[in-house]
């Protein structure tokens, strides 16, 4: 077999435009462009208001099987079939998520697809890009600094110390992090408290910011933050602290998407990336509407599989931005299909015909969830080195038997050249006309039905138990008015339960919710199964030990 050099030096390796040459493909001159050098820059605010009234072009959304812990590739195949789009004649540009620093420097290394199918400067949009990250923790952090100040000034909101939910971020993984004391060293120093930092992209304000239409809605979603509780049980906002300004202020760049292209020369939107659990896990609803604007095709993506990235797609990100995909792009591979039925982790590179057949369960209830959102969807088979003919045939022979498009996808290896299949079966599905999009629930109902249709209509559970604490937060959310909201659910990637080992199409099961979180200015009640993380750990040999750099500012080890 051919060998295929590293992400980073295939990108290095690469031929970039000027930036400005990537905007006239979309219509944009050096004007339209807040240039941050010469490969990357933001829209500036006046696009919109020139474009809005256009008429939106196609949009893609590109999803995939309940993952691996290695990811799927669909970000690549987001990039590659932006690519292919174009190379068979549409103009298409892709919208993704911003990578967040502190798993790179842990354990993913990059996050900007992969191959000969991703965004570029690979290394800037890997570590401080255009400073969006930055920019959220410093509006997030003088929101902490306000409420503590707050307390220290005789605390007139009469805010209970011990009920603070907004905690400080940091984008970086560290676990020493996520439980602190503040406020130590006496009556000059603050209140002492419990507090704890969270990761940026799990941050309210990086939620927020990918679902604003504007400044205007983003200040008010700010105002509606629930930072605390006073002692008499009742919530703190951040606009009852007055901050709300001075933290919009702080993003007033940030809102605005960034501008990037692949190692084709597709011009990408690469902007904001909320985590995926406890937020909607899509990039910048901003971006994909001027994308849309701009373009005959936008590919976007959503994290994690159908249950949960494309579910939140829809129900969430959609909603809010009025979005209507149209068509689907499910990515599936067979080393995951695989693990999905039972073929162990260290022998996913090997033939497994056997494993492949019991693990199609997972590819087939995300297909009918496909199905029963309305949306015309084709399976992309993103195809590995290890891959073995016979396993490929087998899956496509499965897909075409029950009727489902499919298209093998080699964008990994060849780019744009590699997807152009997929490409062609895109098109066709999205001049088809055939989508339309169905919601599973209405924002209207009350909170536990509409944790019980995700449940069932999306990852077949029989029902949905409740903690007692659970049971006492949705009364009392319904009380406070913030039950009309949608649901984000924070749930294991991995499987279509809440219990990481059941793999492929688990059946007779329950979920549990353990906890329930109010994200009232990002506008959605998080419902929380199992232990979600918001501060990552380091893993004992960090992708960190072999990242460097050379005299000549040459970079090293982000894959
Ligand atoms: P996801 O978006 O699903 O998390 P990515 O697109 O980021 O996945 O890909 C995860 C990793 O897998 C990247 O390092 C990428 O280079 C690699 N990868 C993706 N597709 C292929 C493929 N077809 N063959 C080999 N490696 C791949």
Same mark, same amino acid.
């Given at each position: 077999a051919k060998t295929i050099p590293s992400d980073i030096e295939i990108a290095q390796q690469a031929e970039k435009k000027p930036i400005t040459e990537i905007a006239e493909k979309i219509g944009l001159s050096e004007d339209d462009l807040e240039l941050y050098g010469k490969y990357k820059a933001k829209l500036s605010s006046d696009v919109w208001n020139r474009i809005k009234t256009?008429?939106?072009?196609?949009? +893609?959304?590109?999803?995939?099987?309940?993952?691996?812990?290695?990811?799927?590739?669909? #970000?690549?195949?987001?990039?590659?079939?932006?690519?292919?789009?174009?190379?068979?004649?549409?103009?298409?540009?892709?919208?993704?998520?911003?990578? #967040?620093?502190?798993?790179?420097?842990?354990?993913?290394?990059?996050?900007?697809? &992969?191959?000969?199918?991703?965004?570029?400067?690979?290394?800037?949009?890997?570590?401080?890009?255009?400073?969006?990250? =930055?920019?959220?923790? *410093?509006a997030h952090n003088a929101i902490s600094a306000v409420i503590d100040n707050h307390i220290h000034r005789e605390n007139e909101l009469n805010i209970d110390p011990r009920r603070i939910v907004w905690k400080r971020v940091l984008d970086l993984n560290d676990r020493a992090l996520r439980h602190i004391v503040v406020g130590l060293g006496g009556k000059a120093h603050g209140m002492p408290r419990e507090d704890g930092f969270d990761i940026t992209v799990a941050s309210e304000l990086m939620a927020i910011l990918c679902l604003a239409r504007d400044l205007e809605d983003l200040k008010e979603r700010i105002g509606r933050v629930v930072v605390a509780y006073r002692f008499n049980g009742s919530p703190v906002t951040v606009s009852d602290l007055g901050v709300e300004g001075a933290a919009t202020l702080l993003l007033k760049n940030a809102i605005q998407p960034n501008l990037v292209q692949t190692l084709?020369?597709?011009?990408?939107?690469?902007?904001?990336?909320?985590? $995926?659990?406890?937020? =909607? &896990?899509?990039? #910048?609803?901003?971006?994909?509407?001027? $994308?849309?604007?701009? *373009?005959?095709?936008?590919?976007?993506?959503?994290?994690?599989?159908?249950?949960?990235?494309?579910?939140?797609?829809? =129900?969430?990100? #959609?909603?809010? &931005?009025?979005?209507?995909?149209? +068509?689907?792009?499910?990515?599936?591979?067979?080393?995951?299909?695989?693990?999905?039925?039972? $073929?162990?982790?260290?022998?996913?590179?090997?033939?497994?015909?056997?494993?492949?057949?019991? &693990?199609?369960?997972?590819?087939?209830?995300?297909?009918?969830?496909?199905?029963?959102?309305?949306?015309?969807?084709?399976?992309?088979?993103?195809r590995f080195p290890t891959d073995t003919e016979e396993e490929l045939n087998f899956l496509r022979h499965w897909c075409q038997e029950r009727g489902v498009s499919v298209a093998l996808t080699e964008v990994w290896e060849k780019g744009g050249a590699g997807g152009e299949a997929l490409a062609r079966e895109v098109v066709r599905l999205a001049e088809s006309g055939r989508s339309r999009l169905r919601p599973l629930y209405d924002p209207e109902q009350p909170v536990r039905a509409k944790i019980a249709a995700i449940a069932q209509k999306v990852y077949g559970a029989d029902g949905v138990d409740y903690t007692p604490e659970a049971e006492k937060q949705i009364d009392e959310f319904e009380a406070n008015g913030w039950g009309d909201l949608p649901i984000c659910m924070a749930k294991t990637q991995y499987s279509l339960s809440d219990n990481p080992r059941l793999l492929g199409r688990p059946e007779k099961f329950r979920i549990q919710v353990r906890e329930l979180r109010p994200s009232i200015g990002a506008g959605f009640l998080v419902a929380l199964t199992g232990n979600m993380l918001t501060m990552p750990g380091l893993p004992k040999k960090p992708a960190a030990l072999g990242m460097d750099v050379d005299a000549e500012g040459r970079v090293y080890g982000l894959f």
């Open positions: 256009r008429q939106d072009g196609r949009l +893609v959304l590109v999803t995939a099987i309940s993952p691996t812990p290695a990811g799927e590739g669909k #970000s690549t195949v987001t990039v590659g079939l932006g690519q292919a789009l174009n190379k068979i004649g549409k103009q298409a540009v892709v919208a993704l998520r911003e990578p #967040s620093l502190g798993p790179s420097m842990g354990i993913k290394g990059g996050a900007a697809g &992969g191959g000969y199918s991703q965004v570029l400067p690979m290394e800037d949009i890997n570590l401080h890009f255009t400073g969006d990250f =930055h920019a959220i923790t *410093s084709e020369n597709t011009p990408a939107f690469v902007h904001g990336g909320p985590f $995926a659990n406890i937020a =909607h &896990g899509c990039n #910048s609803l901003t971006a994909t509407r001027h $994308a849309l604007k701009l *373009s005959e095709y936008t590919v976007t993506e959503a994290g994690f599989g159908v249950d949960l990235g494309a579910e939140k797609f829809i =129900h969430i990100k #959609s909603r809010s &931005g009025n979005l209507k995909p149209d +068509v689907a792009v499910i990515v599936a591979t067979v080393r995951a299909l695989k693990m999905h039925g039972g $073929a162990p982790k260290e022998e996913l590179t090997r033939p497994h015909l056997q494993a492949l057949r019991q &693990g199609m369960g997972n590819l087939e209830r995300h297909l009918e969830t496909m199905k029963n959102f309305g949306l015309a969807h084709v399976v992309a088979i993103n």
